[in-house]
């Protein structure tokens, strides 16, 4: 019998094509393991004829077997449906979303030594999704905080950061306008700090000057704790510090199960045509082996694409690295330096 049952959603676009090539090396480098392949996104409906982009047979088997590996999916912008990514944490109550920020050996880019990380509220502010129309031409978009979340993921990333051994959290924040929202996201991190964390080193920065040290020197952040939005908008923001959404991995973890998932997205313009980097949703896979307790299998892997960044051969690289590999060139590079 397999050693584990992983839920695996292969997305839409470049979704089935990194995700059948991360499959393959982390069954390469010996994990045990049987795959449970559910639809999510526009291949839901397209290819299997269910009423929405999130069936329950795919929200089921996660609940069930509480541990899944992601592809990306399309979300369209300002209609259709609602975002798969949103609904998956909403229903699943996968709270924190955590994102790993580092520079790595041959990829080029203006800053070296970026080791961060963004750990953001993931099913609050105004993800919620609840905006009205109160009169032709004006709308409104309602901005959701409670004591209980906030407090939820400031109590994470202090749990993380001592685990991890990092050395300071910082909240990014806008009180000085959103007194209460952003205030209340405040007043938990000040008060999980100072009663149950208080030998982490902690700061405060208003978002915008935040964003303004990132790009100044990117080096003296660490990990970094904010609400919904903002942490969306800033884990791009540090993915470009490395080199792009092609090189970060992401998670979303709840009480009773946790989602990995590439953070870039379904790129239908290449679909299908071999081009598309799988390291993202593969580095998101060795967050998953490490979260299940597969830690060897987990740094096999590391080493191996770190390995292959740092020979930067071309016919190893996908384009987006100045490379000519296919998705699967890339995969099969992974595997011979396991």
């Not at 996660?62 to 909403?90: D, E």
């Not at 490395?242 to 379904?266: Q, Y």
């Amino acid at each position: 019998m397999p050693k584990h049952t992983i839920v695996l959603i292969p997305g839409d676009g470049i979704g089935p094509e990194v995700s059948s090539a991360a499959r393959r090396v982390i069954e390469a480098a010996g994990l045990e393991v049987e795959w449970v392949v559910v639809p999510a996104g526009a291949d839901a409906i397209e290819r299997h004829g269910y009423d929405n982009v999130l069936p329950d047979v795919t929200l089921d088997a996660i609940r069930q077997h509480k541990i899944a590996l992601k592809g990306p999916v399309t979300t369209p912008v300002g209609k259709g449906f609602k975002s798969v990514n949103v609904q998956l944490r909403q229903k699943l109550g996968l709270y924190a979303a955590v994102r790993p920020v580092r520079s790595l050996a041959g990829i080029k880019t203006r800053y070296e030594g970026v080791d961060m990380v963004i750990v953001r509220e993931n099913t609050e502010g105004l993800y919620t999704g609840i905006e009205n129309e109160i009169t032709p031409g004006v709308v409104t978009s309602l901005k959701v905080a409670t004591e209980k979340a906030c407090t939820r993921i400031a109590q994470y990333a202090f749990h993380y950061a001592m685990q991890r051994h990092r050395r300071k959290v910082t909240v990014f924040h806008k009180a000085n306008i959103m007194k209460l929202t952003d205030g209340m996201f405040l007043n938990c991190s000040r008060r999980v700090h100072e009663e149950q964390y208080p030998e982490v080193a902690y700061d405060e920065v208003i978002i915008d000057a935040g964003c303004m040290k990132l790009v100044q020197d990117p080096t003296k952040m660490d990990v970094l704790l904010m609400e919904n939005l903002y942490g969306d908008l800033v884990s791009d923001l540090c993915a470009g510090l490395v080199g792009g959404l092609g090189v970060v991995p992401g998670s979303n973890i709840g009480a009773d199960s946790a989602v990995f998932e590439a953070v870039h997205g379904s790129a239908p313009d290449i679909a299908g045509k071999g081009l598309a980097n799988p390291l993202a949703l593969i580095m998101s896979g060795v967050m998953m082996l490490n979260h299940i307790g597969e830690t060897a299998i987990a740094e096999k892997i590391k080493t191996s694409y770190n390995r292959v960044l740092a020979d930067g051969k071309p016919n190893t690289l996908t384009r987006d690295l100045g490379g000519t590999a296919s998705t699967s060139d890339f995969a099969e590079a992974v595997i011979a330096k396991l």
